[in-house]
């Protein structure tokens, strides 16, 4: 048998779990959580339990606590289906990528590819590139800021496009194809540059991804690095067993 310490570790690890999903699932529509009492009888969890995670889940900034009120969500986070996020299918109406953030450009000039660009690209070093940084904003809140790379000819289409909402909505703008696109994630905190940018507070999770885009020809020509706000952002993938 475990010692009491080490079993109640795993039980404030299990409870921060179940909360934390209920959390980031939107399961609180009015904000409030339920009281200790109630988290204490639904989890069969003791109040030292409860307030361990709930403390946890503060840390986090996903939770508030105010004394007199109770315990209330401080993130409403956005769901978005993988394909939509690779561009490959059509938004739903309620997605992100439907019209739904606006950008603040930070960046828009033709540069020479640096190395790691050009070599994820299948370019030459300092091949003339158009470098486009954004931070995109949902409910004028900024949830992530990605520098793309983008090769011509697709970066002539791009110079003058006006850019209103998402990346895909810009690319469709400038009549610009894509066939496939790949994405590296990573896990990172935020430094102080990225902080500052995305307004929140050093050491923040994020996401961080690596994107790569695909012409109809198979040619890569866009390589992003987007950094995200793990708390306000979750991807949601479903696959289903082919039967034999």
């Not at 978005?80 to 950008?103: C, F, W, Y």
């Not at 450009?105 to 091949?127: M, Y």
């Amino acid at each position: 048998m475990k010692p009491v310490s080490q079993q109640r570790v795993h039980d404030v690890r299990r409870l921060r779990d179940m909360l934390r999903a209920a959390v980031q699932g939107g399961h609180y529509p009015d904000g409030h959580l339920p009281s200790e009492a109630e988290l204490m009888a639904s989890h069969q969890a003791s109040r030292a339990t409860v307030r361990q995670a709930l403390t946890l889940l503060r840390a986090e900034g996903l939770i508030e606590r105010t004394q007199g009120i109770g315990t209330h969500t401080a993130v409403k986070p956005v769901k978005t289906s993988l394909p939509e996020a690779h561009g490959v299918i059509k938004p739903s109406r309620d997605s992100l990528l439907n019209q739904r953030m606006r950008p603040r450009e930070l960046d828009r000039s033709v540069v020479p590819a640096p190395p790691t660009a050009a070599e994820r690209l299948g370019v030459a070093p300092g091949t003339p590139c158009l470098r486009l940084e954004y931070v995109a904003l949902h409910d004028e809140e900024p949830i992530a800021v990605a520098t793309n790379y983008v090769l011509f000819p697709e970066a002539g289409q791009l110079l003058g496009t006006p850019f209103v909402s998402d990346w895909y909505r810009l690319l469709d703008d400038a009549r610009v194809e894509l066939s496939d696109s790949e994405f590296i994630f990573d896990c990172e905190l935020a430094d102080a540059l990225l902080a500052s940018v995305l307004g929140i507070r050093e050491g923040a999770p994020l996401i961080l991804m690596e994107q790569l885009i695909y012409a109809p020809d198979g040619r890569p020509f866009d390589l992003a690095f987007i950094h995200t706000r793990g708390e306000r952002f979750r991807f949601v993938s479903r696959g289903t067993k082919e039967l034999s």
